[in-house]
């Protein structure tokens, strides 16, 4: 059974940093692709980052370009999102995502199948 599992999120000030992180079991870590998205109170899930499996890159949102780093630890099973220079708008539950499948590279706009709990992250001015 494939679990992804949130943690690190918070309150912090705004211009402070967090760092999230994902914990993936039941999967084959390795050869998945990973990803981040977001939901405000009231307002659509927000691609935040992902990155692809192997050496098949990056990408960020428009966002959040600049400020947040993706990152995995294979060894680990786990990705994290470090967020620097954090602003009130980011304040939202992130969660961590995935495809149905192995060696599938993933878009902003992929529907992907495995979904964490989400964790909160607040941020005031």
């Known amino acids: 059974q494939v679990q992804l599992v949130e943690s690190g999120g918070g309150l912090v000030q705004a211009g402070g940093s967090l760092r999230l992180s994902c914990a993936a079991s039941g999967l084959t870590f390795r050869m998945y692709s990973m990803a981040w998205f977001r939901q405000a109170p009231g307002k659509e899930r927000e691609f935040v980052s992902l990155i692809n499996w192997g050496a098949f890159g990056i990408t960020y949102g428009d966002s959040v370009k600049g400020r947040f780093t993706i990152s995995r630890d294979i060894a680990k099973n786990t990705v994290y999102l470090q967020m620097n220079s954090l602003k009130v708008e980011d304040t939202a539950v992130y969660y961590c995502?995935?495809?149905?499948?192995?060696?599938?590279?993933?878009?902003?706009?992929?529907?992907?199948?495995?979904w964490g709990q989400g964790t909160q992250v607040t941020v005031s001015s």
């Open positions: 995502a995935a495809p149905s499948a192995t060696m599938r590279s993933i878009s902003p706009a992929s529907q992907l199948h495995y």
